[in-house]
């Protein structure tokens, strides 16, 4: 195993490009720099002002399928509030708290950035119950995960300006969410470069913290059952529980949360780094450098998501309006798989396209349904319920 040392020197580059130029003095050694990534599928000129991990990222931010996570549950639907947060609002959770640890760790936040923009982006309706369904419907064809639609939307799905199929990303931003989609490392294989790794860790954290203050909010737990988690009270006394200015026992317990997590990660992780100065992105990954938190951290937070799988994700009321939501999509599936002819025009396009075998049509029809916002799904439902009927079929 050859490990090389970073070299900051690309004579002439700096001046033709101003994000080189301050990629050179502001990222640490093993930083991802956008000059040398792999590129695109489809090779496009370098922007003089804009690196190929900005570009991806603004591609993502004005994409339709990033647009719906505004639409699309996190834990709690619509009919819960508006209080709770939606996919849009975890992502962008998740990528404020990924570009704070990029910064302080002289990481690259703008592959950073693009690759917390997009680690949701897969996500069908109705959170991981309509995941479940759909999966179930395509049992017998690979089955369905949001991380692998996600990759069929940038690649293919999404239309731009241009001909060129999807949104023609960088393969740094590819490779780190397929990473999303089997973490378990074979044997030989490279770890992530560290700018997946923190926005795998920044996930963690938010859903962690956000899941709390929502389902505090929303009264399906309680502030004494919290006390008696001991990354609660860690992250209390951290924080500086006996603060004189605290007004909002909630809002203090997701900040000291987070504040909790944010450091034990950024003092772990720093640790780590400071054993490799000097070497590049690709050595750090032969080397298998793998950021985490504290083992004692590690640990609390375990127990943190064992209490909010018993206590918030599966709590009657979730549980009543996941198994409508389910039993919705896995309907409109069989229904639409019977009468492909009723997707949307592009759809039917995209199956003529292909081979129009069966399991075309069923990959297709899924694809159509996990795009969907939650309002969308129900609204949909409706329609084709109604049409169904009016027609007297009995596919229900």
């Not at 002289?106 to 309706?125: R, S, Y």
Request: hydrophobic share 35%; net charge negative.
């Amino acid at each position: 195993m050859a490990l090389r040392i970073h070299n900051s020197t690309s004579e002439g580059v700096g001046s033709r490009y101003a994000w080189h130029a301050r990629e050179q003095l502001l990222l640490a050694s093993y930083a991802t720099y956008s000059m040398n990534s792999v590129g695109r599928k489809t090779a496009e000129p370098l922007h003089p002002y804009r690196g190929p991990f900005q570009r991806d990222r603004d591609r993502i931010l004005h994409s339709a399928a990033f647009r719906r996570l505004s639409g699309k549950m996190q834990v709690f639907t619509g009919d819960m509030g508006d209080y709770h947060r939606t996919r849009l609002t975890h992502t962008n959770e998740v990528t404020s708290l990924a570009r704070t640890a990029g910064r302080y760790l002289q990481l690259n936040e703008d592959l950073i950035e693009a690759l917390a923009m997009v680690h949701d982006i897969g996500h069908p309706p109705f959170g991981h119950c309509g995941e479940d369904a759909l999966d179930e419907c395509l049992k017998n064809d690979g089955g369905f995960s949001h991380n692998r639609f996600a990759m069929e939307i940038v690649e293919q799905l999404e239309q731009r300006h241009t001909t060129i199929p999807g949104l023609n990303l960088t393969f740094e931003v590819l490779a780190g969410q397929q990473h999303r989609s089997n973490k378990t490392l074979k044997p030989g294989e490279l770890t992530p470069t560290l700018e997946v790794q923190v926005v795998d860790a920044a996930d963690s954290m938010a859903y962690d913290a956000h899941d709390v203050d929502d389902a505090l909010k929303l009264g399906l737990i309680s502030f004494q059952q919290l006390h008696r988690l001991s990354i609660i009270r860690r992250a209390l006394e951290h924080a500086g529980a006996s603060n004189p200015h605290l007004t909002n026992e909630r809002q203090f317990i997701v900040h000291a949360l987070l504040d909790l997590q944010i450091d034990d990660f950024l003092e772990t992780s720093k640790a780590q780094l400071n054993q490799f100065k000097g070497l590049d992105s690709q050595a750090v990954r032969e080397i298998g450098i793998l950021l985490k938190m504290s083992p004692a951290i590690e640990s609390e937070k375990e127990e943190l998501e064992e209490f909010l799988f018993e206590n918030v994700y599966r709590h009657p009321r979730l549980m009543e309006i996941r198994q409508r939501a389910a039993t919705r999509l896995r309907q409109m599936f069989h229904l639409l798989v019977a009468y492909p002819q009723r997707l949307p025009k592009r759809f039917q396009s995209f199956i003529q396209q292909q081979d129009s075998s069966p399991q075309t049509i069923r990959r297709t029809v899924a694809q159509y349904l996990a795009g969907m916002t939650d309002r969308f799904c129900d609204d949909t439902y409706v329609n084709l319920v109604e049409l169904g009927r009016s027609q007297g079929e009995d596919w229900a």
